[in-house]
């Protein structure tokens, strides 16, 4: 027990300052506490059946870990401006696209029934020309020449251009 007393008194100032200069921007109090978390937690989950080979290394991990999390918490706790702000971003994104989706929607529906056809079928069911031009018996070029102009009608609309 004399040995582990003075493995950690010798240590102790060793493990604060490599804590300092992981949190260079903290108080010296903060660094100790630190430490002295680290070996509480050491103590506490002590597991006398699995050895530690080499006690200083684990100790150095643990010093890092530890800032690392309290380094982690700080950056997501953030402000109540900042939650409340990205909320309202986040509604404000939503709604965007909400009313996005709804605009071209829309548009679609203003479409002629065989401009609409031929949208919805390249566009949403995923369906080639080819396959389309054999079914409906249409040549390739016109289905070609449908979509086009209703992309342009759906692109002025949704532009507000004429």
Known sequence: MAKINEFFRTEYSRWVRFVRRLI?????????????????????????TAPIENLSAYIYRALRNRVTDMFRRKRDA????????????DAANT?????????????IENLSDEQRAVVIATEFEDRSFRELSEEWEIPIGTLLARKSRALRKIKSELTGSV
């Open 78 to 89: 953030g402000s109540l401006f900042e939650l409340v702000h990205e909320s309202v971003e």
């Open 95 to 107: 709604l965007e696209k909400k009313e996005s989706r709804e605009s071209v929607v829309k548009a």
């Open 24 to 48: 260079d921007d903290a108080a010296d109090r903060d660094a100790e506490d630190i430490v002295q978390d680290v070996m509480l937690g050491l103590f506490d989950k002590a597991d006398v």
